[in-house]
């Protein structure tokens, strides 16, 4: 690696010839501030928050942008940089909405953090004409208020360039110009598929979810409800983020733990309907390779991905499997056979679930989700919301003992905790499906060749006398990519394993938000699937057909695995949606 000899305030030091000066500083434990820069999909420079002097520039130069050289001689934090970054904060406070108390990112919103740090005691000094916005709620799972957008570009840039849809960019110009959709229709009205991959990089709070907390409130204090609550794979993984904990951090128990104390009548796990999930889909897959049906098949757990299709991808429906997500079963369980088995009306049982998805927020509303004659699920609500709903009734979240689930849904194996990362579905199905065809106990249940972050992957396994062809990915704009070569019939694999967003559960749209400080320089998505395959390993059993409290279920209810029975409750359909 070829290098360049830079002076960086004063001291020598030696970088890659391709880094910017940004790159070069964090390498050198100097954090420059940023607000628009997100590493490969939104480095424009446009913020000029990250201004540095550089010997010889007549002007102040943006360090995300800027190119290291041999002899450059930097300086980061003099006075007049100061200044500068100073003036443009309060330029953009000029226009920003400044009820910073009751905004969802108090705390969390990086430009409240660099006011702070740049003290910024004048938030009216360039007060004008401010346009004003109405707050676009039109979709179902977030809403969008232009008064506390930056015109930072990240979400643009997300929807664009992680998740090829582009729904939105910025209109007008000057002055007046706004982040929205074409012909400023509301989201809602879009082809957008409630990823909610915008709202993570937001810097502000201009973008959030729906807040559904006072609903999951209101059945809690309902005398009349039977509540329970269902946690996603990645919930465990993700959530001790929220309250100050390293990323990579496993907080199972005390998640288990919150949930107990916040007043939910069972506090069940998804994991378990994440078994139930790869048993039906196993089940499909051989069904469709031994008998002739579609192929590729394409894993449907995730709501992004199935609205994606729907919208841009109708033509080929027919490879989606049929199986409901995990988060669906579990509730169409929980409201059929645990219902009955406590005689309880499925009107009056509520199921809460706690995703990493806002897309589960347009999920619980789809037809087709309705096993009991009632929708299969209530109430989505994202991690950031669970957090919110823990420090709101005073849990000390990081003091909580350790807990278990409860009986007899929150009992899982290795395989369904791993749904979480991106590959964690395909090789789970694997553990299954490969004893199943090959007719003997499986001894490696590890299929590490699907494992990883990267957008599209690709492996071969000899499954008895069967070779399968497998590809695992995620990020919609490499779904894309993958599905034209399904749609134009050159895609020689079986199995296709699909999740929306980048590096799967572990990075959507609901998890707790990063700023870009650690987005641009931290392994999130890896650091957060390690949590699911370490607990993995450490679990006693690994395959889901061999869950224990699943085989009951399926004993005291649905029958043989696939059953009429199980294609009832646990199976839904697809529709084709306008693109636009």
Known sequence: MELVNIKLNGMPLSVPKNYTILEAARSAGIEIPTLCYLKEINEIGACRICVVEVKGAKSLVAACVYPVSEGMEVVTNSQRVIDARRTTLELILSTHNKRCLSCVRSGSCELQKLCSDYGVENENRFLGENPVYPIDHSAVHMYRDNSKCVLCRRCVAACAKWQGIGVIGPNERGFSTHIGSAFGVGLGDTACVSCGQCIVVCPTGALSEHDHTQKVWDAIADPSKYVIVQPAPSIRATLGEAFGMPVGTDVTGKLAAALRRLGFDKVFDTDLAADMTIVEEAHEFVERVTKGGVLPMVTSCSPGWVKFCEHYFPDQLPHLSTCKSPMQMFGATAKTWYAQKLGLDPKDVVVVAVMPCTAKKFEVGRDDQDA???????????????????????????????????????????????????????????????????????????????????????????????????????????????????????????????????????????????????????????????????????????????????????????GEFGSHKAHEVLHTSYVERDHF
């Not at 003992?401 to 849904?409: G, N, S, T, V, Y």
């Not at 704009?477 to 749609?487: I, L, S, T």
């Open 372 to 558: 009991a004659g009632v929708p299969d699920v209530d109430i989505a609500i994202t991690t950031r919301e669970l957090a919110r709903m823990i420090h709101r009734a005073g849990i000390k979240f990081e003091m909580l003992p350790d807990e278990d689930f409860d009986d007899p849904m929150g009992e899982s194996t290795g395989a369904g905790v791993i749904f979480g990362a991106t590959g964690g579905v395909m090789e789970a199905a694997l553990r299954t499906a490969a004893e199943w065809v090959g007719g003997k106990p499986l001894e490696a249940v590890e299929f590490k060749e699907v494992r990883g972050t990267q957008g599209i992957k690709e492996a071969s396994y000899q499954v008895g006398e069967l070779t399968v062809k497998v590809a695992v990915v995620s990020g919609l704009a490499n779904a894309r990519e993958v599905m034209n070569q399904v749609r134009a019939g050159t895609a020689d694999y079986q199995f296709i394993e699909i999740m929306a967003c980048p590096g799967g559960c572990v990075n959507g749209g609901g998890q707790p938000v990063q700023p870009a400080s650690v987005r641009n320089f931290e392994d999130l998505k890896g650091k957060r699937a390690a949590v699911l395959y370490n607990a993995d390993a450490g679990k006693p059993l690994r395959k889901s057909h061999e869950n224990p409290s699943l085989l009951k279920i399926y004993e005291e209810f649905f």
